[in-house]
Nanobody
Framework: EVQLVESGGGLVQPGGSLRLSCAASGFTFNEYSMGWFRQAPGKEREGVATIERDGNTNYADSVKGRFTISRDNAKKIVYLQMNSLKPEDSGKYYC????????????????WGQGTQVTVSS
């Protein structure tokens, strides 16, 4: 059974930091590109960051310089380090996996997690 389990969300003040984790199981992790997406209430889901099998990364303009995606193939975990958080970063963050990086860049994925909530508020 394929599972993507996100953790690390919570309530943080503006300017603060969080690190999200996504633990993968049930598929060959190092053969997949991974991504983080988010969705705020009343808004469409948007891509935040993606990482290819070889470690190449891509970020949404809104998070460049503040967020860092990384992966640990041995542990089958993908991380999202989020710094200098803003209220507009609030939303449910989802982990996703696909063999094709281009599909992730288009917002498509074979596997999705259940999400973890991030709230940035004073």
């Amino acid at each position: 059974e394929v599972q993507l389990v996100e953790s690390g969300g919570g309530l943080v003040q503006p300017g603060g930091s969080l690190r999200l984790s996504c633990a993968a199981s049930g598929f060959t992790f190092n053969e997949y590109s991974m991504g983080w997406f988010r969705q705020a209430p009343g808004k469409e889901r948007e891509g935040v960051a993606t990482i290819e099998r070889d470690g190449n990364t891509n970020y949404a303009d809104s998070v460049k310089g503040r967020f860092t995606i990384s992966r640990d193939n041995a542990k089958k975990i993908v991380y999202l380090q989020m710094n200098s958080l803003k209220p507009e970063d609030s939303g449910k963050y989802y982990c996703a996996a696909d063999r094709t990086w281009a599909r992730l860049l288009r917002g498509q994925a074979t596997y999705w997690g259940q999400g973890t909530q991030v709230t940035v508020s004073s």
